[in-house]
């Protein structure tokens, strides 16, 4: 069983920054996302990595100013948010592929080919 722990939400006005964290608990080799919701809206794709690190996807969204990234034993996942925006508001989730299954430039977006999420942690911008 893979468990993904997230931290490092929080409240921040418009235009400040965070560092969200997602530690895997075991086989770190798979692609990994972070997902946003917000309550009454489908869960929507940030941002991506590949399993070796070398490929990103981001939502068209948060080009620019969210960077997704990984410590070299790849037990943690990053998300660098900078120039927040009230719009960013959500709970934010870590979630992991199957090992076997590639990010893809579409498929990193489905939800559905995720299996294993992280229980969410919460940011919030205000203006």
């Known amino acids: 069983q893979v468990q993904l722990v997230e931290s490092g939400g929080g409240s921040v006005q418009t235009g400040g920054s965070l560092r969200l964290s997602c530690t895997v608990s075991r086989n770190v080799n798979r692609c990994m996302a972070w997902f946003r919701q917000v309550p009454g809206k489908e869960r929507e794709g940030v941002a991506a990595?590949?399993?070796?690190?070398?490929?990103?996807y981001y939502a068209d969204s948060v080009k620019g100013r969210f960077t997704i990234s990984q410590e070299n034993a790849k037990t943690t996942r990053y998300l660098q948010m900078n120039s927040l925006k009230p719009e960013d508001t959500a709970m934010y989730y870590c979630?992991?592929?199957?090992?076997?299954?590639?990010?893809?430039?579409?498929?990193?977006?489905?939800?559905?080919?995720?299996?294993?999420w992280g229980q969410g942690t919460q940011v919030t911008v205000s203006s």
């Open positions: 990595i590949s399993s070796g690190g070398d490929t990103t």
């Open positions: 979630a992991a592929k199957p090992p076997t299954y590639a990010c893809g430039s579409v498929s990193w977006r489905r939800s559905d080919d995720y299996t294993y």
